[in-house]
C-alpha cells in the first residue's frame, strides 16, 4: 500500500464521521493488497458497526479512504463479512426501504433502489468472491458501496424527503462548526 496516498489511522482509534466531514464524499482508493494492517482495519470496523448498532459499515465512515466494507445483517460480529474492492453488477427490479446512516444520525427515509444485485469481492484473505442479494442484503451493499463512491443515501432522496431531513442536516453540519 502507498503510504503517501492513504494513512490509516491506528485501529483503536476508529469512530464515527458524520455528515458533513469531506472525507465522505472523497472516493475511495482500491486496496492494492490484503495483509494484516487491512485485516486489523476490518475487525476493527466490525467492531465499530456492531457497538454503533448499524448492519454495515464502509472504510470511508470511519475516516479511511479504501475501498472496504464490513457487513453483518444480523448486526453480530460472528455474522460479519468484509468486502474488500467490492463491486456491484446485474442489478434487477426496485424496492423502496426506509434507510438510515451510522453517519447521518437522525434522518432516516425512503430510498429507491434495484432489489436485486451482485456483488464481487475479495476476501480478507485475498480470495475472489461473488453473491447475489436480495432485499435488505441489495439494500445493504448498494448503501455501503455509495460510501466508497463519495455518496449519501441523501443524495438519493426525493425532493419531499429531502425536505423532511433538512433540519436534521443543518444540525449535523452546525456541530460540525463546533
Known amino acids: ?10 485501529t483503536r482509534l476508529l469512530g464515527i464521521r458524520h455528515y458533513p466531514d469531506p472525507v465522505l464524499r472523497l472516493k475511495a482508493q482500491p486496496v492494492p493488497r490484503v495483509g494484516d494492517e487491512i ?4 475487525d476493527r470496523m466490525v467492531d465499530v458497526m456492531v457497538h454503533e448498532g448499524g448492519v454495515g459499515l ?3 465512515q470511519v475516516g479511511v479512504s479504501l475501498r472496504v466494507v464490513v457487513i453483518s445483517l444480523t448486526g453480530k460480529p460472528e455474522d460479519a463479512q ?13 424496492s423502496e426501504v426506509e434507510e438510515g446512516c451510522l453517519s447521518v444520525p437522525g434522518v432516516r427515509a425512503k430510498v429507491r433502489r434495484p432489489a436485486v444485485c451482485t ?6 484473505d485475498e480470495n475472489p468472491f461473488h453473491l447475489d442479494a436480495t432485499d435488505l442484503a441489495a ?5 455501503e458501496t455509495d460510501h466508497l ?10 425532493n419531499v424527503a429531502r425536505l423532511g431531513a433538512r433540519r436534521a442536516l443543518k444540525q449535523l453540519e452546525n456541530a460540525a462548526k463546533r
Open 58 to 60: 464502509a472504510a470511508p
Open 139 to 143: 439494500t445493504v451493499f448498494q448503501h
Open 82 to 94: 468484509a468486502f474488500i474492492n467490492p463491486e456491484l453488477t446485474h442489478f434487477e427490479g426496485v
Open 119 to 124: 456483488v464481487q469481492a475479495l476476501d480478507i
Open 39 to 42: 485485516r486489523r482495519l476490518v
Open 1 to 10: 500500500m502507498d503510504s503517501q496516498l492513504i494513512t490509516i489511522p491506528e
Open 149 to 158: 463512491n463519495g455518496t449519501l443515501f441523501i443524495d438519493r432522496l426525493t
